[in-house]
Antibody, heavy 120, light 112 residues
Framework: EVQLVESGGGLVQPGGSLRLSCAAS????????MSWVRQAPGKGLEWVAN????????YYVDSVKGRFTISRDNAKNSLYLQMNSLRAEDTAVYYC?????????????WGQGTLVTVSS | NFMLTQPHSVSESPGKTVTISCTRS????????VQWYQQRPGSAPTTVIY?????PSGVPDRFSGSIDSSSNSASLTISGLKTEDEADYYC???????????FGGGTKLTVL
C-alpha cells in the first residue's frame, strides 16, 4: 500500500524558515517523480514544486522561486521542502504527492498534509 | 501559461447525472492529459480520473472523463449520484512552459 506521511509543519513568523519532510513507503520511491502541492485555507490547490527521480530536474511555481528548495533522499525514501523567507501567503496545508515514473503532472497518491501557518 | 476554469458549484439530486466542465484558456486541451480529483472536507484529494478518461482501481464506473477539442474543455460526468459524491472536484493538467501541474479552481458538488 502506497503511503506518504508529511511532517514538519507548524507556526512560524514571517521571514522564518521551515523544513517539511515526506516519508514514503509501499512503492519504489526512487522510480517516481515527486511533488509538493499546497492548499491555502478555504482555497484551491496549487502545484508548488516537483523533482525528478534522481534530483537532476526541479521546477517551482514563480511565487516560491528563490525561497523554497525541493530535494529528495532516495536511500531514506524521503522528500523534502526547505522553505525560507516565509510570507503570510505561504500559509497552507502542504501535501506530498507521488507522480508517475515517466512524467510529472499526475499526482496519483497524496499524503494527509501538514499545516504551515505563517503569522506573527 | 494557461488557466483551467471550472464552475464554482453544481447541484443535483441523488440518482441523477451531473457533468462538471473544465475549460483551458489557451493551448489545446488535448496537449496534455487531464486529471480529476475529489476532495471531501478535511481530507486530502484522491484521483477519480487520470489521463483524460482512465479510472483508478476502486473508483466506480459511475465516474467518467472526456475531452472535447471543439470547446477546448474536459468534463467529469458522475451518473447515479449518491450523497457520498458530495465533495469538491478539481481538474488538473500539465503546463509544459513551466513543467508544473496546473489546477482548476475547483467545483463544489452538492447532492440534495
Amino acid at each position: 500500500e502506497v503511503q506518504l506521511v508529511e511532517s514538519g509543519g507548524g507556526l512560524v513568523q514571517p521571514g522564518g524558515s521551515l523544513r517539511l519532510s515526506c516519508a514514503a513507503s509501499g512503492f519504489t520511491f526512487s522510480s517516481y517523480w515527486m511533488s509538493w502541492v499546497r492548499q491555502a485555507p478555504g482555497k484551491g490547490l496549487e502545484w508548488v514544486a516537483n523533482i525528478k527521480q534522481d534530483g537532476s530536474e526541479k521546477y517551482y511555481v514563480d511565487s516560491v522561486k528563490g525561497r523554497f528548495t525541493i530535494s529528495r533522499d532516495n536511500a531514506k525514501n524521503s522528500l523534502y521542502l526547505q522553505m525560507n523567507s516565509l510570507r503570510a501567503e505561504d500559509t497552507a496545508v502542504y501535501y506530498c504527492a507521488r507522480d508517475t515514473p515517466l512524467y510529472s503532472g499526475y499526482a496519483g497518491y497524496w499524503g494527509q498534509g501538514t499545516l504551515v501557518t505563517v503569522s506573527s | 501559461n494557461f488557466m483551467l476554469t471550472q464552475p464554482h458549484s453544481v447541484s443535483e439530486s441523488p440518482g441523477k447525472t451531473v457533468t462538471i466542465s473544465c475549460t483551458r484558456s489557451s493551448g489545446s486541451i488535448a496537449s496534455n492529459y487531464v486529471q480529476w480529483y475529489q476532495q471531501r472536507p478535511g481530507s486530502a484529494p484522491t484521483t477519480v480520473i487520470y489521463e483524460d478518461n482512465q479510472r483508478p482501481s476502486g473508483v466506480p464506473d459511475r465516474f467518467s472523463g472526456s475531452i472535447d477539442s471543439s470547446s477546448n474543455s474536459a468534463s467529469l460526468t458522475i451518473s447515479g449520484l449518491k450523497t457520498e459524491d458530495e465533495a469538491d472536484y478539481y481538474c488538473q493538467s500539465y503546463d509544459s512552459s513551466n513543467q508544473l501541474g496546473v489546477f482548476g479552481g475547483g467545483t463544489k458538488l452538492t447532492v440534495l
